[in-house]
């Protein structure tokens, strides 16, 4: 028997701003597993900011997604048939079909995940790849140090206020936040940044100078984030370079930071780096960060959408800001 279910294909490439249009949803149907393959039922699937450059047609860390075909991302679901000796009927998969309300994996593709340790969600966020995102950009790119002052852009949103709060347990002296609205700055200070403060309320460099010098910063968002952050940094200071995601829908890139002389004169590293690239760090990220979110020492708090119908508009409002830590969307409620 064949499994009727849904799809997220991408119709057109975005230019720009993607748009509803860019999208189409498609039903099909699923064939029962073959030998070695699982049918999951997707409960929560993740929209994240690296998918938008998966919509261009460049070359990159990872190929673009397909003209109508799935659109593909992190997703956790109940195994509901299987021909794996791997898997039984209801265990809790992690694996990267989402987008879909089902999918058939090999059994190499799923991972299956403990729900007495956390919710079946926090594998998409505090323990998936947003926080191992956080630890390797603290601890391999940015080599914290305890005392450091560490400043984090995005600070909000899933990578930000996981790696806040990392920094703080790695012995950070202060620990510096940004963010895009006064609700999102009291929020930050709630869950242990030392101080905060709203990028939209004046510019950047003015309110980070009060913070200044800053030892470690971690970039989510690139633009005048990362231009204020060189011009306070402390010398021998190093910068993680995460994302950018203040350019990711402008059809012309933006003017780069004007102080890149600063690199030289302060001696700072700098260092991008892709998360993926350090898969070795997943057993002592989960050995370090598992217990401190079954003891609640780390908050991890999420927007969630209901419905595939609405995967897009979370997708949307995850690139206007709409969020406050991880945005998901949950699939069977």
Not at 88 to 95: K, N, Q, S
Request: glycine fraction near 10%; include cysteine; hydrophobic fraction near 40%.
């Amino acid at each position: 028997m064949s499994t009727p279910t849904r799809q997220i294909h991408l119709a057109s490439r975005p230019d720009g701003w993607p748009t509803p249009e860019n999208f189409r949803t498609v039903e099909t149907e699923l064939p029962d597993p073959a030998p070695g393959q699982l049918l999951v039922r997707n409960s929560v699937m993740s929209v994240d900011p690296y998918m938008r450059g998966r919509m261009n047609d460049v070359r990159s860390y990872v190929p673009p997604f397909a003209l109508d075909a799935p659109l593909d991302g992190g997703a956790v679901g109940e195994v509901v048939a299987t021909s794996s000796d791997r898997f039984a009927v209801g265990d809790v998969v992690l694996h990267q079909q989402g987008w879909r309300e089902h999918a058939l994996l090999e059994e190499k593709e799923g991972r299956k995940v403990d729900t007495d340790l956390a919710p079946a969600s926090a594998y998409l966020g505090v323990l998936g790849m947003p926080g191992l995102t956080a630890y390797v950009g603290l601890t391999r790119i940015a080599r914290m140090k305890e005392g450091d002052t560490v400043f984090v852009s995005g600070a909000a949103g899933a990578v930000g206020s996981i790696a806040g709060q990392l920094a703080k347990h790695l012995g950070a002296g202060k620990v510096v936040g940004s963010a895009g609205s006064p609700e999102k700055v009291a929020w930050l200070r709630e869950i242990g940044y030392d101080a905060a403060f709203d990028y939209k309320a004046a510019p950047v460099a003015r309110q980070l100078k009060e913070h200044g010098p800053i030892d470690v910063y971690f970039d989510n968002v690139g633009g005048d984030h990362l231009e204020a952050a060189i011009l306070h940094m402390a010398d021998f200071g190093r910068i993680a370079c995460c994302g950018a995601i203040s350019s990711y829908n402008e059809s012309t890139p933006p003017p780069g930071p004007r102080n890149l002389m600063m690199l030289v004169s302060k001696r700072l590293q700098v260092q991008g780096f892709i998360v993926m690239d350090h898969a070795d760090a997943s057993e002592e990220f989960y050995r370090t960060v598992g217990p401190l979110v079954a003891e609640d020492r780390i908050v991890h708090q999420e927007t969630v959408v209901d419905g595939l119908d609405h995967a897009v508009e979370a997708f949307l409002d995850l690139h206007r800001g709409a969020n406050t830590g991880k945005m998901l969307v949950r699939l069977d409620g």
